[in-house]
C-alpha cells in the first residue's frame, strides 16, 4: 500500500477509535466509569514504562516513581497553592528530576541487579514517604487534594469531580502523552533506545554512549509516570505510600507482559483486557475473593500459549481479514520511520 | 609518512596474569597494519586497549597525538577511531538501513527535541543519505530493507564493516574479519577492506591467520606470549624464524 493511504487510512482508524472512546462513558455504569478513569490513567503508566523496557532495562520502582509524581503534584497543589494543571506539569517534572539522580547509582548496574537496585531505590522512597509525616503525611498520606473544581461556560456547570468529565481531562492528557511517546520512539532517538537494548557494545563502538541514553529513557518514562500519578492523585483526592507498593508494580509488570512490550499498542492491549477482566468481568461475575486466583491463572495461560503477547495475535488478526478481503499480504518488511 | 597510532610500552595485567607485556608499535595513516599472532598471545586484550574498552595497567595509546588509554569506546568512536566486532555482532531485529543509520550516530546526534517537534529533518535526511551511500560501497544497497538477520555470513560481515564506515572513520580496527569465512567470502572481503582503504580509511586487522593477512597489510606486528615478537613487511614477517617458530613449534599451538 502506497505510504500515503496507509497513513489515511490509519487516520480513519484512529477517528473511529476517538470516536468510540468519547461515547464509551455513556454505555456504562458509574462505578465501570470510575474504573475507566482509572484504566485510562494506568494505560499512561504502562505505556511510559514502555520507553524504559526499549533500552532492555526493567524497574521495579517505576509505580514508586508515579507516586513521586502524585506526592509531588499534591503538594503543590495544596501545600503551595498552586492550580492544578500547573502542580500535574510539577509533578512530572519532580519524578523526572528524581529519576535522573537515581539514575546514577541505578545505571552503573544493568539487567537482574537493575531490577533489585531499582526496587530498593522505590522502597527507600516508599520509607521516606512514611517516615516524614511533615510534608508526607506518614502512613496515611495525604487526603483532601485540591481537585479540578468546576469551570463555568455559559451556564453549564462542568465539575470535574464526576468520572466522564474527568475521564475526558485524562483521555486528553493520556493521548497528548501518547503522541509524544510515539513521535520519540519512530525518531532517531528510538532507534537508538533499541540499538542500546539489542547490541550495546555495537552501538557504543560508532559513538553512542549507552549510558547516557539508558538515562534519557529512565527520565522521560520517569515524567510520563509522574503525569499519570498526577492524574490519579487529583482524581481520587487522597494518596498513601501503600498506593505505590509492589504489588501494584506487579499488576503494571503483568500488563506489559500479557499485552507484550514489542508493539507501541502491546502495553495498551494488556493493560486494558486484564483491567476489564478483573474490575469488571470477574467482578459482575462474582468472583470477587478468587479474582487474584483468576488473575494468575490468566498471567500463566498467557505466559504459555501467548509468550510474545496479545500483540501478536493483532497481525495474525488482520492477515486474516485481508485473506478474507483477497488482498495481497502486505510485505514482510517495513523501514522504520526512525530510518528516513 | 604520518603516525596515526602509536602504541607505546602498552601492559595490561589481570590479576598475576599479564596479557600484554610493554607492547610498541605504530600505524602509518593510509596503511592496512596487521597484529598477528597465535591464540592467547593478548591480540584481543591489545584491540580492547587501543579501543578504549581497557585502560592499561601501564603505557599509552597515542592516536592522532592525543593519549586515547581508556577514555572507553563511544569516545574513541567520535575521535575518528571505530572498531568492528567478531562474528555477526549487529543489530538483527533491524534492517540494513537502519543499521547503517545507527552507525550514522555522531552526526545524526538524535535528540528529545528533535523526537517531539521534528527539527531535525536535516540530520535526518543526512543521516539517511550517508547510511544509503555506505551500503552502496559495500554492495549490500538493494537489500536496504531486509533484515540483517537474513543476511548471509559473508554479508553480516560486510554490513558489520558498513555500519562502522557510517561513522566516518579515519582509523577502523577489524577484529578477525576473516573468521568461518568460505574462500569466495574471504576473497571479497579482501577486496573491500582494499577498497576501503583506498576510499582513504586506515586499517588495522585483528587476525590470527597469518596467511589470510599476508596479502593484505603493508605492515606487520607479531605477537606472542603477550610481547611483540616481530615487525615488518609481510615477506619478512614469513621468514622469520621466530614467527615460524611462534606459529608452528614450541609452546604455542599454531591455529
Request: some cysteine; proline content about 5%; charged content about 15%.
Amino acid at each position: 500500500m502506497p505510504e500515503e493511504r496507509r497513513n489515511s487510512h490509519s487516520l480513519a482508524w484512529l477517528a473511529v477509535l476517538y470516536a468510540g472512546l468519547i461515547a464509551l462513558p455513556y454505555a456504562l455504569s458509574y462505578s465501570q466509569q470510575e474504573i475507566l478513569v482509572f484504566t485510562t490513567i494506568n494505560v499512561l503508566l504502562v505505556m511510559s514504562y514502555r520507553l524504559l523496557t526499549l533500552t532492555g532495562e526493567w524497574s521495579l520502582g517505576h509505580v514508586v516513581i508515579m507516586g513521586c509524581g502524585a506526592y509531588a503534584s499534591a503538594l503543590a497543589s495544596k501545600a503551595l497553592g498552586l492550580p492544578v494543571p500547573l502542580s500535574m506539569l510539577i509533578g512530572g517534572v519532580i519524578a523526572g528530576l528524581i529519576a535522573w539522580a537515581l539514575s546514577y547509582p541505578l545505571f552503573r548496574m544493568k539487567g537482574f541487579y537493575f531490577l533489585i537496585g531499582s526496587f530498593a531505590a522505590g522502597e527507600i522512597i516508599r520509607l521516606l514517604w512514611k517516615r516524614f509525616r511533615d510534608p508526607f503525611g506518614g502512613p496515611k498520606g495525604i487526603k483532601r487534594i485540591p481537585d479540578l473544581g468546576t469551570i463555568e461556560i455559559g451556564g453549564f456547570t462542568i465539575d470535574f469531580y464526576e468520572p466522564v468529565t474527568y475521564y475526558y481531562v485524562a483521555l486528553a492528557v493520556v493521548s497528548v502523552s501518547l503522541f509524544i511517546l510515539w513521535r520519540i520512539e519512530r525518531s532517531p532517538i528510538g532507534l537508538t533506545f533499541h540499538a542500546v537494548h539489542w547490541q550495546d557494545k555495537l552501538a557504543e563502538s560508532v559513538g553512542v554512549d549507552t549510558r547516557r541514553y539508558r538515562i534519557q529513557a529512565f527520565v522521560i518514562a520517569s515524567f510520563f509516570a509522574g503525569i499519570s500519578g498526577a492524574l490519579l492523585a487529583h482524581y481520587v483526592g487522597t494518596i498513601n505510600p501503600n498506593r505505590f507498593n509492589v504489588e501494584e508494580m506487579v499488576y503494571v509488570l503483568t500488563w506489559a507482559i500479557v499485552g507484550g512490550t514489542a508493539t507501541f499498542y502491546g502495553p495498551i492491549l494488556g493493560a486494558v483486557a486484564l483491567i476489564v477482566i478483573n474490575d469488571i468481568l470477574l467482578r459482575e461475575l462474582g468472583f470477587d475473593q478468587l479474582r487474584p486466583m483468576f488473575y494468575g491463572l490468566i498471567l500463566i495461560c498467557s505466559v504459555l500459549f501467548l509468550p510474545k503477547g496479545l500483540e501478536s495475535l493483532v497481525p495474525r488478526i488482520s492477515r486474516l481479514v485481508r485473506r478474507g478481503n483477497h488482498n495481497p499480504s502486505p510485505p514482510k518488511v517495513q523501514p522504520q520511520e526512525g530510518a528516513e | 609518512m604520518t603516525l596515526l597510532l602509536d602504541v607505546r610500552a602498552a601492559t595490561m595485567r589481570f590479576g598475576g596474569l599479564t596479557a600484554v607485556d610493554n607492547l610498541s608499535f605504530s600505524v602509518e595513516a593510509g596503511s592496512i597494519h596487521g597484529l598477528i599472532g597465535p591464540n592467547g598471545a593478548g591480540k584481543t586484550t591489545s584491540f580492547n586497549l587501543i579501543s578504549g574498552f581497557y585502560t592499561p595497567t601501564s603505557g599509552e595509546i597515542i592516536y592522532r597525538g592525543e593519549n586515547i588509554a581508556g577514555i572507553g569506546t563511544h569516545r574513541t568512536a567520535a575521535k575518528g577511531l571505530v572498531r568492528t566486532f567478531q562474528h555477526s555482532t549487529l543489530f538483527q531485529e533491524f534492517t540494513l538501513l537502519e543499521n547503517a543509520v545507527v552507525g550514522c550516530h555522531l552526526n545524526l546526534r538524535p535528540s528529545l527535541a528533535g523526537a517531539i517537534f521534528g527539527n531535525d529533518r536535516r540530520r535526518r535526511r543526512a543521516a539517511r543519505e550517508r547510511a544509503e551511500e555506505v551500503l552502496e560501497f559495500f554492495g549490500l544497497a538493494e537489500r536496504r530493507h531486509e533484515l540483517a538477520s537474513e543476511l548471509a555470513h559473508g554479508h553480516q560481515r560486510a554490513l558489520g564493516m558498513a555500519v562502522a564506515m557510517a561513522a566516518n572513520p579515519t582509523l577502523m580496527l577489524l577484529d578477525e574479519p576473516f573468521t568461518g569465512m568460505n574462500p569466495e567470502e574471504t576473497k571479497r572481503m579482501m577486496e573491500l577492506t582494499f577498497k576501503l582503504r583506498d576510499s582513504g580509511v586506515t586499517i588495522l586487522i585483528v587476525e590470527h591467520d597469518m596467511h589470510a593477512i599476508m596479502g593484505l597489510c603493508d605492515r606487520i606486528t607479531v605477537m606472542s606470549f603477550g610481547r611483540l615478537l616481530a615487525e615488518g613487511v609481510p615477506q619478512e614477517i614469513r621468514e622469520n624464524p621466530k614467527v615460524i617458530e611462534a606459529y608452528l613449534g614450541g609452546g604455542a599451538h599454531a591455529a
